[in-house]
């Protein structure tokens, strides 16, 4: 049994449009956090779309404190990285500072195309 908290996702009013390429900000207004001490029980036989968890991949002497969805990104893509959403919540177990959240995947070819 996986626990885990809900937390809203907040994005930006001023982009133009959805950034995540269709990523879990696109589809819903909040995700489950996975977490110990979480109230929400999931079956593991059954994991929710926007189930996530917090990542921390330290980069030049630093943490890089992230989110990003419990399920692998889809085969043959490139992810998961930042699609232009934040998640927070004021619930002491989620950490009390906003987290990027890591919700967009690309094909190589489309990482390709937009890096030039």
């Known amino acids: 049994m996986i626990r885990a908290i809900r937390v809203p ?3 930006s009013k001023r982009n133009c449009g959805d950034c995540s390429n269709n990523g879990i900000s696109a589809r819903y207004d909040s995700v ?3 977490c110990d001490d979480g109230f929400i029980e999931i079956d593991e036989d059954d994991i929710p779309e926007n189930l996530c968890k917090i990542v921390n991949e330290p980069f030049g ?3 890089n404190v992230f989110v990003e969805p419990w399920k692998s990104k889809d085969e043959g893509n490139i992810g998961w990285m930042m699609g232009g959403s934040l998640v927070y ?3 002491a177990r989620f950490g009390g500072v906003p987290l990027r ?3 967009r995947q690309e094909t190589p070819e489309m990482y390709e195309l937009l890096s030039r």
Do not use: K, P, T, V
């Open 89 to 91: 919540s004021c619930d």
């Open 9 to 11: 996702i907040y994005m």
């Open 32 to 34: 489950l956090i996975a």
């Open 61 to 63: 002497g630093y943490d």
């Open 101 to 103: 959240l890591h919700d």
